[in-house]
Structures are given as C-alpha cells and as structure tokens.
DNA sequence: TTGAAAGCGTTACCAG
DNA sequence: CTGGTAACGCTTTCAA
C-alpha cells in the first residue's frame, strides 16, 4: 500500500506552501490565500483524495472528535443495544466517532476503561447502562463533557446529567390501556428490586389506579425477577388451581421476559390469551414482543431515543454550543406504548 | 484539571534528557544511561504519575495499539455480543484496545467504517457478524492484518482468515444426544435459508443418522424461519391433530427462539415436555434457554472461544510472531452440547 | 498574499 | 554513556 498523500504532498502538487493547504481546507483561505491557488489546493488534494491526518489532527488540536462510550454489558448482553445505535448515529451525523468500551459488570474496569479513553484524548464520554440503575461514576468521568444514558450519578449529590426513561409514566399507561379495557383486577410481576426501574413502575401502576378513582389492590404486586423461568412460576402461582372468580383477568409484567413466562403458564393451563386473560409486557423487546404468540402488548422504552438525546447534550457541551439549559440534570424520555394481540377486553363474566 | 506530565517533565525533575527517560522507560536503559541516573528516572516518572501520550506514540510509531472491530449488528442486536467479548479479553490482555463500530446492517456502512479506523491507523481489523454469513470484504481490511469472525470471506478466492463454529458437528451431536436417547422419529425447524449455518446443521443432522445407519427421515426437514412464531406455526403444523403414531418424538430447532415457539404450541396441545414430546434448541442462548420452562437442552455456541480466536490470530499477525500456520485460511470451533430439561427418552409407546 | 518556523509528545539516530 | 536534533503530520502565528 503506498503511503497516505499528505499537506505536504499536496502543497507541492499545487505548488504552494503547506499553510496555504491547510488554511484552504479549513475554509479560511478567503482573504488569505489567492483565488487560483484555492482551486489548484483544491484540486489537487481532491486528486491525491488527499484528507487529514487525525492522529497529527489530535496530537496538534488537543481534540480528537471520539467519544467514548463504556457499558456495563450493553454489548455483551442481548438488551439495550440500541441507546448504542441511536448515540452513534448523532455522534456519525456531527462527525465524531464513537468508540464503545464493555465492562462486562466488573466494575473494577469501569476506572481503566475511562482512564484508557481518556488517555486517548476523548472530547466527551458517556455511560450507558442495561437497565436503569445507579451508577458509581468513575472519577475520569469528571474531567471532561460526560452524560449518562439509563443511568444515574449515585453521589450524594449528582454531578452528572442523566438521559432516562419515564418509568412511573410508563407503568402508568401501560395501566392505563388494562383499565380502558374494563380490567379491574389486575396483578403486576414487578420484576427484581435490584433495579430501581421495578419500583417506578409499580409507582405508575399504582398512580393509575388512583387517577381513574379506584381501589388499588397494591397487594396484587409480586417482585418476581426478570426472567421467564420467575414469569412462568409468578402466573401459575396467580392463576393454577384458582376459580375463574378469583382469578386477575390481567397479568402486567415489569419486562417481556417475564410476559413470555406467563404466557407459557396460561398455555400450560389452558386458559387463553387474551380472552381468559390478558398479558401486558414491557421493554417491546427486539424479536421477543413482536414474535411471540400471541404477539405481546408491551411498553416499548424509547432506547434509540435515550441514546441520541445523550450523545446531542454531550455534543452541545463538547462544542461548547452554550446550551442555556446546562443546568438541568435530567431528561426523561417517554415510554411508547405498542399494542398487539396479549391483551383484550375483560372477559364478560368477571366481577367487576 | 492539571496537564498531564510529559516526558519532558520527567527529565528536568530527574535531570536528564528527554531521550535518557525515552530509553530507560522502554527498558533499554542498560548500557545506554547509568544506573544512577535510571533509578532517578523512574522515580521521577512514578512520582509525576507519568504514562506516555498514547497519541504523539501513534504518530511517532505508526502503530497505535488499538484494534478496530466492525460488526453487522452484534452490538445493536441482542445477539451473540460475546464474540467481542471475548475477543477483547484476549486484546487487553496483550495491551491492544479495541474499538467497535457497528454499522446496523447497512452494508453501504462498512467501507466507511473501515476507512475511519483505518484512517485513525488501527494496527489490525476484525469484521463480526450476528450469525454465520458471507461477508463482502471492504476492500480496507486488506491493507492491514485482518481476520473475520462467524463470516466467511464472499470472494471467489478467499483472503481473509475465519474463525467460525462447527455447524456441521454441532447438528450431528445434538441429533446424537436424540438418537441416544432412542428417538427415532425427530423432525428439525431448520431455520431459514438465509444463513448458510441452516443447511450446515441440516447436513449435520443427516449425518448423524448415516453414521447410526438408521434412515434418514429427510422429508421431517423443514426450513421454518428464526423467531417464536415460526418455531410455533411449524410445530402445530406438525402436532395439531396427528395422531401420537404419526407424531415425532422430538422436534430439534435451528435456535432457541424456534424452540420457545415449539414448547409453546405444545403447551397448547397439552403435550408435556420431555415427557411427550423431546425438544432441543441450539445457540443457548443466554437467558432464554437456561430460563425456560422447561429449561432447553440446546447447542452452544462458542462464541467467547471464537473471538478469543479470532483476536489471538490476528495479534499474532499484527506482532509479527511469524505464526507458522499463517497459511491456514480456516478455524473451526466445536460447539457444546447442553443437557437441560427439554429432552428426555422417548416415549414408551412410539413406533420404532 | 505567501512562506517560514514553532509546537503538540514521542522516539531514534548520531555526534560528542 | 550522554544529550541534542530530526521526524511523525498538522495548524497557527508571525514576518516578509
């Protein structure tokens, strides 16, 4: 491979001077470089399909539009990919590049991880989370324009801004929808404490509940993890040798998962879904929510969303754009609501 | 925030040359500065909290240490992300960094992604696909040290080094662990025909009942799609009102989330798991098929040990460690039979 | 309007 | 054994 063309190369080619190169290309040459000369610099960097150097770029400005991104396992594990996506894609369409780094949830490497990038110069840094939850921001963090994404600075006082789903909203919609279908009695798996997201929702749903004026059964709440196996186990706890009376007619879960355990439970007992019993989800879980069957109603977070409203602030603050709203600390994202085929009208014969 | 020290800080505080600490620090200090001085050296870097400037080192050696990993979509899918993890296990534990840009599919995306990195002066590429597939090579990557993981280089005459699993062995073995179990009626939702990994695990489906010199039920072969729903309408399709003579045995699926589909329907059936009816998954994918109910008997892939693979060739390579067997243009790595709950012997009273 | 020179932080070469 | 100097590729300031 022969060498990259470089200022230099191109000055000679256009028989001018390495400044005048570099003045032209940086859009100040009016006023500074001949007419002619502009054309023939032009002209003759496009026919070496000459461009900057970026190492020699950082190295003299300082800057090295990337952004660097660290994850506690947004690659490694199958969720959240797409805050990701939708960083990247602000990041691409400003021209910076962003460079992820995994930590796969040894928190132990979330110093390094921020310390190597920060060694190599990056104009701004952002943490993105799987699932909501409060961070311990790594010290480097401070020393340059950084954002959160999913999560939240754990320090007494925050010092970081946060981009997060709505979760009580979210919760309280997704309540919401059950109860415009006539549900009344309706039984939340809450997912784990472990993330503050379950609590927020169950904030939502309980919210719902009071706004349309009706009794909370608050006692219908059950934290059951995340996962289908606890999904499965929370239904046929719910449902498995219970009169039709005594039954919820709604099952709404903290996540998909779960939603896909509860399914498998009603299918085991025969019941059908939704006309004996309504399944909500959330999360709207790429290929899980929309393949399952029946296809499920969920709660989507707004993950693309999440990820380029953080990577515009990080960019605002990293071009110094004077964002006059560098004060605020929070950006929430609404939740959408996508309905399918898990969840219908309250079956006729239930109490009210 | 203070500046960082350079190495021009280190030798006024030791009270030598830039290129004394340049040398001691490098570890060819021995028979170029004394040994007094050395210790001063040292010291002085320790205390100033020295570490050179990953940047002005690029420049000046035209390597940089960091590896670029272009991906389909490994990071915005919930798939196989372990590729890169384990991959950038074995990059850090060679003081490489990685960089990961995933291009979402969008192939128009990878020549440019590759040309960013290549432009950033990455010392060695690797390109990471969701699923096995041919990959258009960008041209890039062959102008540096470059290896494919879980792809295969499209070209009439492949360039570039793969790592990829043994799809063939691992549908013999999963059809193994069935027939020893005494199935012999075993249908396969073969995924679709889009990856070539469907007709390999076919092959090996084949095989293993060759090598039983049992006949091969080829017409039970069915290419059903990726997702729940296929798995669930190609599985009532073989199930639903056949009579328990006509029935198979075992229905082994392309991918866990066809096998979520398949114990669904039976579930729907009132078909029990094992007991009824045998069910095996493949990819095991992490919490679907340890979190199912039943939890699946699947084929793993290797994912980590592939891009531990993958990174350990391409280092070799970019270490010049003159690997003998640079010639080789193919690693497979075997796939891991899981045993859960999903399958199990089969039923007394089926046909031989 | 142009070109020369300094500097970003490093390493490698070469006199002393 | 040591320290000065050039070079990596670029931008920016200053003098001509």
Redesign the pocket.
């Known amino acids: 491979m022969q060498?990259?063309?470089?200022?230099?190369?191109?000055?000679k080619r256009a028989?001018?001077?390495?400044?005048?190169?570099?003045?032209v290309?940086?859009g100040?040459g009016?006023?500074?470089?001949?007419?002619?000369?502009?054309d023939r610099i032009r002209q003759a960097a496009a026919e070496l399909n000459?461009?900057?150097?970026p190492?020699?770029?950082s190295?003299?400005?300082?800057r090295t539009r990337v952004i660097g991104i660290v994850s506690d396992e947004v690659v490694t594990s199958p969720f959240d990919g797409n805050i990701i996506g939708g960083a990247d894609d602000v990041a691409r369409s400003r021209g910076f590049v962003t460079v992820v780094m995994d930590t796969e949830l040894d928190a132990s490497r979330d110093a390094s991880a921020v310390e190597t990038l920060l060694d190599r110069q990056v104009d701004g840094l952002m943490y993105v989370t799987v699932g909501l939850k409060p961070l311990d921001v790594p010290q480097g963090m401070l020393r340059v324009p950084s954002v959160l994404a999913n999560c939240i600075d754990n320090a007494p006082v925050p010092r970081l801004h946060h981009v997060i789903p709505d979760e009580v909203s979210g919760g309280r919609e997704a309540t919401h929808h059950l109860l415009g279908l006539g549900h009344r009695d309706i039984a939340f798996l809450a997912g784990a404490q472990t993330s503050p997201a379950a609590p927020l929702r169950v904030q939502g749903f309980r919210a719902a509940f009071e706004g349309a004026g009706l009794p909370v059964r608050a006692d219908r709440v059950f934290l059951a993890g995340w996962d289908i196996d606890t999904g499965f186990n929370g239904a046929m706890k719910l449902l498995d040798g219970v009169s039709p009376a005594e039954r919820p007619t709604a099952i709404m879960c903290a996540n998909d998962r779960l939603a896909v355990g509860v399914v498998l439970a009603a299918a085991r007992l025969g019941l059908s879904v939704p006309r004996d019993l309504s399944i909500m989800g959330y999360d709207d879980e790429f290929r899980i929510a929309n393949t399952m069957v029946p296809a499920l109603t969920t709660m989507a977070l707004p993950l693309r969303e999440m990820g380029a409203a953080a990577m515009t602030r990080l960019l605002d603050q990293v071009e110094g754009a004077g964002n006059s709203d560098g004060d605020t600390l929070e950006t929430m994202v609404p939740c959408r609501l996508v309905v399918r085929e898990s969840t219908g009208p309250v079956p006729s014969g239930a109490p009210n």
């Open positions: 060498r990259k063309a470089t200022a230099l190369d191109v000055a028989g001018v001077s390495r400044s005048a190169v570099s003045l290309l940086n100040r009016d006023g500074n470089v001949a007419k002619e000369s502009q000459y461009s900057p150097n190492i020699a770029l190295l003299r400005n300082q």
